[in-house]
């Protein structure tokens, strides 16, 4: 009975063991690294993927981070705020944009510049009379007064005799009507001259001061003062006081000028640019448009003094007296 339960056993362990050796030679030997170039079945399975290997990242350090925290000192401008708490910012009217409220703004130099002039340039002479000559003299007789309404300069000159104070030459003159502004019918006098500085003949007359509407002036002075530039078209640069200015618009009928000034207030935050529009301020105020004007402080109000009238004759309104024409 042993013995037929010992060949069982004996039996079982070879199929087992035949079993065993059938797997591994049809199923996992193909599955050994080095043998599925042999076999066609796993070949798609043994390629490598295409693409880039993805570099490695290094894991997040806390210590290595740590090295690159701003110290206190660094972080001055008061933006300091932790997970739970914002920072409280403010509306800085000088820098034009938001800051802590904790945080004390530089002191903004003001704007440093001022319109002195904008306009066509105008021909600096007029004519301001004439002494007609005496009967049976030419024309080139005529005795001429004209002013520099810049200098304020008064000369005589003479028909086809050059003026060299002025660098002008007169060449005709003649009186003609014509209509004023108001509608009103009037009378004139004309010169004609030859400049020699621009080099062209020019027509001045005793009303006022002719002006080359081709051409623009635009005049600008820093606030003491001095230096001053004149450009003739928007866009002109200059540099003044370690900023940038830019002409950016001209309004004649406003008589306003907007400019751009780039300057660094901050090295650590670059170059900041304010823009103010400037208007010809008058004697004594040197205030753009978008300046805020002073609080007023109260005075104390004195009586008017009454002064007696005077028994001497009052001077005519131009102080002197007209010339003949």
């Not at 056993?9 to 049809?26: C, E, H, Y």
């Not at 932790?82 to 003001?110: A, G, H, M, N």
């Not at 104070?165 to 004023?180: C, F, Q, V």
């Amino acid at each position: 009975m042993s013995n037929r339960n010992d060949k069982i056993l004996a039996g079982s362990a070879v199929g087992l063991l035949l079993i065993a050796v059938a797997v591994w030679f049809f199923v996992l030997g193909p599955l050994v690294p080095g043998d599925a170039e042999h076999d066609p079945r796993l070949k798609s399975q043994a390629t490598q993927l295409g693409g880039d290997v993805y570099p490695p990242t290094p894991r997040a350090d806390i210590f290595g981070f740590s090295s690159n925290w701003e110290r206190p000192e660094e972080n001055e401008e008061g933006w300091n705020y932790d997970i739970f708490d914002s920072v409280e910012t403010v509306w800085d009217e000088q820098l034009r944009e938001y800051q802590p409220k904790s945080y004390v703004p530089p002191v903004i130099p003001p704007f440093g510049i001022q319109l002195v002039r904008l306009g066509h340039p105008h021909y600096p002479l007029i004519l301001r009379g004439s002494i007609a000559p005496q009967a049976g003299k030419p024309e080139t007789a005529r005795i001429i007064f004209i002013e520099n309404v810049d200098t304020k300069n008064s000369i005589s000159v003479n028909i086809g005799k050059l003026n060299s104070e002025e660098g002008i030459m007169p060449l005709a003159y003649r009186s003609e009507n014509y209509t004023g502004e108001d509608g009103a019918a009037s009378k004139r006098n004309i010169l004609r001259v030859k400049d020699i500085k621009l080099g062209k003949e020019i027509e001045i007359n005793d009303i006022k001061p002719i002006e080359f509407a081709d051409q623009l002036d635009i005049v600008l002075a820093a606030s003491s003062g001095s230096p001053s530039w004149t450009f003739h078209a928007q866009g002109a640069t200059f540099e003044h006081g370690g900023a940038t200015f830019v002409v950016k618009g001209v309004d004649l009928q406003a008589g306003s000028v907007t400019v751009d000034k780039t300057f660094t207030p901050n090295p650590r935050k670059g170059p900041k640019t304010l823009t103010e529009t400037l208007v010809i301020a008058p004697t004594g105020d040197t205030k753009s448009k978008n300046s805020t004007p002073p609080t007023a402080t109260p005075k104390s109000v004195s009586p008017p003094l009454i002064t007696p009238p005077s028994s001497t004759t009052p001077p005519s309104s131009t102080g002197k007296a007209n010339p003949i024409r």
